[in-house]
């Protein structure tokens, strides 16, 4: 499942919208990593989206 353990952020939905205005589904996803990091002082595996990677809010290990 692409879900950041840290913020929560997931898949978004919506459309293609094309020139003549027909509307097919789409879906965004989020930039999810897997990250070995410190969780409770134990060292785990967590998927982490790079945002949160970036701001520093998690501790990798």
Request: proline share 2%; with cysteine.
């Amino acid at each position: 499942m692409a879900k950041c353990c840290v913020c929560g952020k997931g898949v978004t939905f919506g459309q293609n919208v094309s020139h003549s205005n027909r509307k097919t589904n789409r879906a965004w996803k989020p930039n999810i990593r897997k990250v070995r990091a410190l969780v409770d002082g134990t060292r785990k595996t967590v998927k982490v989206c790079a945002r949160c990677l970036r701001s520093g809010k998690v501790s990798r290990a």
